[in-house]
């Protein structure tokens, strides 16, 4: 089955031919999100990566379907601190 997979800002990927963001993958049926950021090498910590497949917020245990796009979004902290 083919996914889109969709990476913000410090997840991009440079590459010779430039920054990605956005990539097509072929992967088992079966797979979940866990899968999926393995196979892209990236580590989860906590909640560090907000994982939204479909434009819903999920759990790594997500099983993926045919056709979805998932957004791997890191989590920012910081804000204005006090004054």
């Given at each position: 089955?083919?996914?889109?997979?969709?990476?913000?800002?410090?997840?991009r990927?440079?590459?010779?031919?430039?920054?990605?963001?956005?990539?097509?993958?072929?992967?088992?049926?079966?797979?979940?999100?866990?899968?999926?950021?393995?196979?892209?090498?990236?580590?989860?910590?906590?909640?560090?990566?907000?994982?939204?497949?479909?434009?819903?917020?999920?759990?790594?245990?997500?099983?993926?379907?045919?056709?979805?796009?998932?957004?791997?979004?890191?989590?920012?902290?910081?804000?204005?601190?006090?004054?």
């Amino acid at each position: 089955m083919v996914v889109t997979v969709r990476l913000h800002t410090i997840l991009r990927r440079e590459t010779p031919e430039g920054v990605v963001d956005r990539l097509k993958l072929d992967l088992p049926a079966g797979a979940t999100i866990q899968s999926l950021v393995e196979r892209l090498e990236i580590k989860l910590r906590g909640e560090a990566i907000l994982l939204v497949v479909n434009g819903k917020i999920v759990k790594e245990d997500q099983v993926l379907a045919e056709g979805d796009e998932v957004r791997l979004i890191p989590a920012v902290s910081g804000g204005w601190g006090e004054t």
